[in-house]
C-alpha cells in the first residue's frame, strides 16, 4: 500500500517569505496527487491536484502554486506568504488507475504552517 | 460548488455509548468514504463504500452507502476514548479526467470517560 511523506512537519514563516512544502509517495505508479488546506477547526480545501508529471489543476484562485517534477513528487510553493496561509496542508494520494472503486484516497501527516 | 452537509457538527458522548453521525448530499456518488482525523495528523481512511445500500463493517465501527446514492451514515458501538477525533465523510467524483474526493466539514467527537 501506498505511504506518503510530507515535511517539514511544521513550519513558522515570516509574513512576505517564500515556502516550498514537499510531498513523496512510496508504494505506487502514477498516482493522482492532491494538496489540501485545512483551516484551525474545519474541514479539507483542495487546493491542487495533479494526475501526472508537469499536469497541475488549481481548485480555487489563491497565492500559492503547486509542481510535479517527478511521478512521485508534489512540491506546494509560495513566492510570498500571506497571513491567510496560515493552516494545516495536507498531501493526499490514490492510485489513479484500476477504475472508481481502487480510488481511495489517503493522506499524509500534514504540515502544519504558521505565518508570523 | 459541490457540498456534503455532514451532522452533528460535534458530539459529547458517554464512554460505551453508541455514536450515530451522517452525511448528505444533493448529488449522487460512487463511492463514499470514512475517514477519522487525530489532531496534529492527517486523516486515515475508516470505511470504504462502493454500493448503493452496501453495509460494512471494521471493528466497531459499521457504515452504510444510502440507498438514494445521495447519503452515507457512521457508527461506532461502545465508545472508547481513543474514539476522539473528528470524523469525515467523503464523496467521490470524476471530474475533467480525474478523481476527485468532496468532503463533509467533520463531526467532531469528544468522549467523557
Known sequence: ?116 | GQQLNQSPQSMFIQEGEDVSMNCTSSSIFNTWLWYKQDPGEGPVLLIALYKAGELTSNGRLTAQFGTTRKDSFLNISASIPSDVGIYFCAGLTYTSGTYKYIFGTGTRLKVLA
Open chain 1, 1 to 116: 500500500s501506498q505511504t506518503i511523506h510530507q515535511w517539514p512537519a511544521t513550519l513558522v514563516q515570516p509574513v512576505g517569505s517564500p515556502l516550498s512544502l514537499e510531498c513523496t509517495v512510496e508504494g505506487t505508479s502514477n498516482p493522482n496527487l492532491y494538496w489540501y488546506r485545512q483551516a484551525a477547526g474545519r474541514g479539507l480545501q483542495l487546493l491542487f491536484y495533479s494526475v501526472g508529471i508537469g499536469q497541475i489543476s488549481s481548485e480555487v484562485p489563491q497565492n500559492l502554486s503547486a509542481s510535479r517534477p517527478q511521478d512521485r513528487q508534489f512540491i506546494l510553493s509560495s513566492k510570498k506568504l500571506l497571513l491567510s496561509d496560515s493552516g494545516f496542508y495536507l498531501c493526499a494520494c490514490n492510485p489513479g488507475t484500476g477504475g472508481w472503486r481502487n480510488q481511495p484516497q489517503h493522506f499524509g501527516d500534514g504540515t502544519r504552517l504558521s505565518i508570523l
